[in-house]
């Protein structure tokens, strides 16, 4: 007995349904046309027929008309043109999925950026394409929008693909979103989404306060980033050796870092760089935070004078600059083992003595401390009357004149010297090249000296 196909029941069927067809008969007739495939926009959907074999997964029921089967035969002789319709949907049953397949890719991308989800369509027929979210929710159903998430775009619905937009991506969005393809043969892909988190800005604490001379820890805090990110410590444009540890939250994870190195005062106002990274943020780029240090000193002191020789009658301001980490709020004037000139007038770091005297010699101290420390320095005020002044100034240049004709003199009396040394040693030099050449020259000479009648004699003399 011959089972019959299972299709689809239209909401409104333009023909009556019919009983299966002979084999004899079948294989008679002239195969039709395929049929076009429904689609949402179709007002009469046509009736296609399931596999009879082999199992399908189901439509969406809030998308597509429920399967339902036929019902059984009517008795009696089929109508001439009865068997037409049915033979068509056989031909449409038989056709269309013989080849076709479907392909995704993953995609990676970071939270509150965009993706593309891409389904490769192969020969494809015109059959119907759901898209799904992991949650199995239908994104799109034949280009249609089935889910009211306005993140989701569809850029492209075409025979070779389909192409959905995601904006402002978020973990929840992660997961495998399906490709399927509903064919005789039902076909479908998973697009895996994988979502990273970039780093924020580190957060760096210090345990302690850095005192000079001690130790200091910082700490460098991640609170979510994934995957973990990686924290690095710089100062002075060096990479310092940090301890890190990370913990997992979720889908995200937690990392911190510590370093420690020892600080001097000239450390104070430092910068300590940490920096964060991982695989969300683009290449070469990273988070970073400075810090600066805050190093406690005790602190130092050291009075300038308004002006270097003073008489009497001029008005002197006296500063102390003090310097230490926390700051010195205080700062006392004295004068050795008397009290301060009733005209004195201190205020903060500065003192002023208007109206000198001789009486207002002495030494002046100024004391500065704070809870590191303390400091004193000390100057000591000599006034001058107007004439010792007067006579101390003029005589600095004749000073400087006197200085520069004595260095002058040294030096021609060198240049003096040097030459005639030069002369002599010259001069010895020719003397003693002048006898070097005599005794050179000084060579035998032969003289022959003729007798008389044939008497001859040979004699030698050496000059």
């Known amino acids: 007995m011959k089972r019959e196909p299972q299709m689809f029941q239209p909401s409104q069927p333009t023909h009556q349904p019919t009983s299966a067809l002979s084999g004899r008969e079948s294989r008679s007739h002239t195969p039709p046309a395929r049929l076009r495939p429904w689609t949402p926009s179709s007002r009469a959907p046509p009736l296609t027929p399931a596999p009879p074999t082999l199992p399908r997964l189901p439509l969406p029921h809030c998308l597509g008309p429920p399967r339902v089967s036929l019902p059984p035969p009517r008795a009696g002789p089929a109508p001439a043109s009865a068997p037409r319709p049915l033979l068509l949907l056989w031909a449409a049953a038989a056709g269309p999925g013989a080849g076709q397949e479907v392909q995704t890719e993953n995609v990676t991308v970071a939270e509150g950026g965009v993706a593309e989800i891409t389904c490769r369509l192969h020969q494809y027929d015109g059959s119907i394409v759901v898209i799904q979210n992991p949650a199995r929710q239908t994104l799109f159903f034949n280009g249609t929008r089935a889910l009211k998430d306005e993140r989701f775009q569809l850029e492209e619905f075409s025979p070779r693909r389909v192409r959905i937009r995601l904006s402002d991506a978020r973990l929840e969005d992660e997961g495998g979103y399906f490709c399927q393809l509903y064919t005789e043969d039902t076909h479908h892909q998973i697009a895996t989404l994988t979502v990273l988190v970039a780093p924020e800005n580190p957060v760096v604490e210090v345990r302690e306060q850095a005192v000079e001379g001690g130790e200091v820890e910082l700490s460098c805090l991640v609170p979510r980033s994934r995957p973990a990110a990686v924290l690095r410590w710089y ?229």
């Open 235 to 463: 100062r002075d444009r060096k990479e310092l050796k940090g301890v890190s540890s990370s913990q997992e939250n979720g889908k995200v994870w937690s990392v911190a870092s510590t370093v420690r190195f020892r600080v001097d005062r000239k450390d104070d106002g430092g910068i300590v760089i940490c920096e964060a990274q991982n695989q969300a943020l683009p290449s070469g780029h990273s988070k970073q935070t400075q810090y600066v240090l805050d190093v406690q000193y005790s602190p130092t002191a050291r009075i300038h004078a308004s002006q270097a020789v003073v008489r009497e009658g001029d008005t002197l301001v006296l500063t102390c600059a003090v310097t230490g980490n926390p700051r010195p709020n205080q700062i006392r004037w004295n004068r050795g083992n008397e009290s301060l000139p009733e005209r004195a007038e201190a205020v903060g770091e500065t003192l002023t003595l208007p109206g000198l005297v001789s009486a207002d010699n002495g030494t002046y101290t100024c004391e500065a401390s704070n809870k590191h420390g303390h400091a004193r320095a000390l100057y000591v005020l000599v006034v001058y009357d107007p004439g010792a002044v007067v006579e101390a100034q003029t005589s600095v240049p004749y000073a400087i004149v006197g200085g520069i004709l004595a260095l002058l003199v040294f030096l021609i009396i060198c240049v003096l010297v040097g030459m005639v040394w030069c002369s002599v040693r010259q001069k010895g030099s020719y003397l003693t090249h002048e006898a070097s050449g005599l005794d050179e020259q000084g060579e035998a000479r032969e003289a022959f000296l003729n007798g008389s009648d044939g008497h001859k004699r040979k004699e030698e003399f050496f000059i």
